[in-house]
Each structure stands twice: as structure tokens, then as C-alpha cells.
């Protein structure tokens, strides 16, 4: 039997590392992880709400932090992790807060112009 440790709630048998980005791409479409181990992962943007609605040059504007495990969109406030990608979790957020976050942005937009 493998022993396990905990991570951050993500559970790893010991001498398996946490996976790790190298580098991302976002489309129109989908999010797009290389991660350090050669492995590419490749998710639908509709399960990010918040990126799906960002435009691309907030999309572009991101950092890999924690030794590649995280990633941060400040202008979206958007965090994701890599196991999370891995393991298939989508956005967590309720739609109240997304309802509210979509209407913080529509207010802004109109101050704008």
C-alpha cells in the first residue's frame, strides 16, 4: 500500500510530484497547460466562466506561480490549479457571484465611454 500525503486537499503517493505547468495558451475555445513532465492538457473554457467572458487580452494576462501548480488571472481574478485541471474540476463559483462579477463589469464598461 502506497503511503499518501496531503497537499493543499490534493493527495499525491509520496515520490509522485505535484504536477506542474510549464506554460499555457488561451483561445476562444479552450485553456491549453504544458506541463514541465511533457504532458499538454487541453479544457473547454465554458468550464471557466470568468475566462470565457474575458477578453483576450485579459485572458493573456496571467502568472504561474507556486512552482508552476497555480495559475492567476489578476484582471479576471481567476485561480486555477493544475491538479484541478487534471482531475477534471470546473469552476466553483455560484452564479450569483458570476451573475455579480458580469454585472461589476458591465457598470465599468459604461463608465468608460
Known amino acids: 500500500m502506497a503511503t499518501v500525503i496531503k497537499r493543499r486537499s490534493c493527495r499525491f503517493p509520496v ?3 505535484e504536477p506542474r505547468a510549464k506554460s499555457l495558451e488561451v483561445s476562444n475555445e479552450a485553456l491549453t497547460v504544458d506541463l514541465v513532465d511533457g504532458r499538454t492538457i487541453v479544457v473547454p473554457l ?3 466562466p470568468r ?3 474575458g477578453t483576450p487580452h ?3 494576462r496571467f502568472e504561474i506561480f507556486g512552482d508552476g501548480a497555480y495559475i492567476h488571472w489578476l484582471d479576471l481574478d481567476e485561480d486555477l490549479t493544475v491538479a484541478g485541471l487534471l482531475a477534471g474540476q470546473r469552476s466553483g463559483e455560484s452564479p450569483q ?3 455579480k462579477w458580469l454585472d461589476s463589469r ?3 464598461s459604461k463608465r468608460r465611454v
Open 15 to 17: 515520490g509522485v510530484q
Open 46 to 48: 465554458g468550464l471557466f
Open 51 to 53: 475566462l470565457w467572458h
Open 58 to 60: 485579459e485572458r493573456k
Open 97 to 99: 457571484s458570476l451573475k
Open 106 to 108: 458591465k457598470s465599468r
